[in-house]
């Protein structure tokens, strides 16, 4: 089945750090790629989202791009501020070739940010 | 004119009751799920309906059954609670699209379930 592996947290970081979290996936189809980020006491928030390979995704300095040769979506921003603190998620939405896909969302173990002033 | 809500949002209970939490979304989607968040922050999906027809069941216990009376709105409700059913429970819906995949999925902001 579909499985999403993110990179173990919690990660701590000092404000203007460069910030890395790595994504790998497996899918039998053609999945697309979701970054979403939970802020404490908070629902989901789709972060940015990549549907084919090649495609990169970036909204509020971060940035993934869909690397389907190395299964991978890594999350990326080059200076993170302390509002970023929150929990990470990579998810994958299968899309079956010719069929409806509903949407069901596989997700990472999620990932844990700290940024220190 | 919250987009996905969920009530209540703090949820303290006694094994063995039975309680429910409802979901409500004002986006137009037509496809509504349910999501587990366990204690160390995992995600997994229970439940999804799409134009009212269960369409997602992933073994889920049958003390869990979800009803959706029309497309906005996608209730849980859960028979003899155990300590193990703590969690919180998110909402969310989007749109269903033949070929599908990439849609976004909209997040309430959780019901907080303690069985004591």
């Known amino acids: 089945g579909d499985s999403v592996t993110q990179m173990e947290g919690p990660v701590t970081l000092s404000e203007e750090a460069f910030l890395t979290i790595n994504c790998t996936y497996t899918a039998t189809g053609y999945p697309s790629l979701f970054w979403y980020v939970q802020y404490p006491g908070e629902g989901l928030q789709l972060l940015l989202k990549a549907t084919k390979a090649d495609d990169k995704g970036s909204n509020k300095g971060f940035e993934a791009t869909y690397r389907k040769e190395t299964t991978s979506f890594h999350l990326e921003k080059g200076s993170v501020q302390v509002s970023d603190s929150a929990v990470y998620f990579c998810?994958?939405?299968?899309?079956?070739?010719?069929?409806?896909?509903?949407?069901?969302?596989?997700f990472g173990q999620g990932t844990i940010l700290t940024v220190h002033p | 004119d919250t987009a996905v809500s969920q009530t209540p949002k703090y949820l303290v209970t006694q094994m063995g009751n039975d309680k429910s939490i409802k979901c409500e979304q004002n986006l137009g989607h037509d496809t509504m799920y349910w999501y587990k968040q366990d204690s160390k922050k995992f995600l997994k999906i229970m439940f999804s309906y799409n134009n009212k027809e269960l369409i997602i069941n992933e073994t889920v216990p049958n003390r869990f059954s979800p009803k959706s009376p029309d497309k906005a709105h996608l209730n849980l409700h859960i028979n003899s609670l155990e300590l193990g059913d703590s969690a919180v429970y998110f909402c969310?819906?989007?749109?269903?699209?033949?070929?599908?995949?990439?849609?976004?999925?909209?997040f309430g902001p959780g019901t907080r379930l303690l069985v004591l």
């Open positions: 998810a994958l939405s299968e899309r079956g070739a010719g069929g409806t896909s509903y949407g069901k969302l596989t």
């Open positions: 969310a819906s989007s749109h269903a699209r033949a070929s599908g995949g990439g849609e976004t999925q909209y």
